[in-house]
């Protein structure tokens, strides 16, 4: 089967030095596509450097909520030059969070739409995080027109109710397998709600492994021994979203493999396209 990655931060340094032998494990576990999500400027460098070694990866670039206080004068210019040099990046991570310590919705409210604009002025899709900020995420989409490239709400955890209202926006949603932590069952039930064509799956690694008892990868950083996400847990995202949707996990793995490709795009480079180096 083969699998694709909505959202990851395989460019992460914790994730560095285990990458040669980890990546045989994903590769056998079906990954074969992802997208690699930047959370500000200091680690878009990080991210196109990964993806130039990586062909079959997508680059993801975008101001994290988290370091919106600490984005630099000149972040829209760079943001525009790195859209610009790799005509198969994303915008994301972007987003709203009301519950990192010393949030400022207002700003961070102004930054995801300048993001948002520039991603649309582009024709690229954008990857959305929000937490604890449903309200004022839905308030700043509301005057929008209904995204023609499409957006992800990676690992939704929102209301269900609002689900058919952000997929009339364009919204896809995907599965972690974080979600099978025992409180997190009433994300993995909300996907029972969501169209099938608008579902993904996702790992977030190296960050927020599934449940020791689901963790068929246990791995943890070279040094400091803390605990990392294996990339081969989207094995993992699939085998619970299909228990969860009462489905065989193969029509699952070919359903949000075509899901993935209608959002992003094909996996691997394109015919005619070059990354410039960035």
Known sequence: MKLCDAHTHYHFPSLAPCWEAVWPEARAAGVTAAVVNGTGGEDWPLVAEFVRKHSWCRAAYGIHPWQAPRRSAGWETDLRARLESDPRASVGEIGLDAWV??????DQTDLFLRQWDLAASYGRPVTVHCVGAWQELRAALKPQAPSGEGFLIHAYNGPPEWIPWFAGKGAYFSFSPYFLLDRKRPQREAFRQMPPERILLET?????????????WPLHETAGGKSL???ANLAVALKSLASTLDREEAEMAALTTRNWQRL???????????IKAG
Do not use: I, R
Not at 101 to 106: A, N, P, R, S
Not at 208 to 214: A, K, Q
């Open 101 to 106: 310590e010393g949030h400022d919705l207002k």
């Open 204 to 216: 977030d690694s190296p960050e927020l492994s599934p449940p020791p008892e689901h963790n068929p």
């Open 229 to 231: 996400n294996h990339p």
């Open 264 to 274: 992003f795009g094909p996996a691997g480079l394109m015919a005619g396209d070059v």
